[in-house]
């Protein structure tokens, strides 16, 4: 059974930075992809960063040279490391796993996390 959880949200001041984790269990960093979603109120949920595990990354154009997102394949980890946060990007964000490579859509996401809260302040 594949778990995903996240942690390191929480309220920071516009151009603060902020670490997010993600902890997988019972998922193979393998051959697949895995991202970082986000929700803010009343908003669809949005696409932030996708890594594959040969190490390719993609970037929404809202948080390029912002974001960056990093995995550890021996501890099972995903991060997002997000600099220079706006209030824009206060939302919750989810981590999220697929059983291939194909990293296109939010449908290629099979496992989700629960979710963690980014709040920025002007």
């Known amino acids: 059974q594949v778990q995903l959880v996240e942690s390191g949200g929480g309220s920071v001041q516009a151009g603060g930075s902020l670490r997010l984790s993600c902890a997988a269990s019972g998922y193979r960093f393998s051959n697949n992809c895995m991202g970082w979603f986000r929700q803010a109120p009343g908003k669809e949920r949005e696409g932030v960063a996708t890594?594959?595990?040969?190490?390719?990354?993609r970037y929404v154009d809202s948080v390029k040279g912002r974001f960056t997102v990093s995995q550890e394949n021996t501890k099972n980890m995903l991060y997002l490391q997000m600099n220079s946060l706006k209030p824009e990007d206060t939302a919750t964000y989810y981590c999220?796993?697929?059983?291939?490579?194909?990293?296109?859509?939010?449908?290629?996401?099979?496992?989700w996390g629960q979710g963690t809260q980014v709040t920025v302040s002007s």
């Open positions: 999220a796993a697929g059983p291939t490579n194909r990293c296109l859509g939010q449908g290629d996401f099979v496992y």
């Open positions: 890594i594959r595990s040969d190490g390719s990354t």
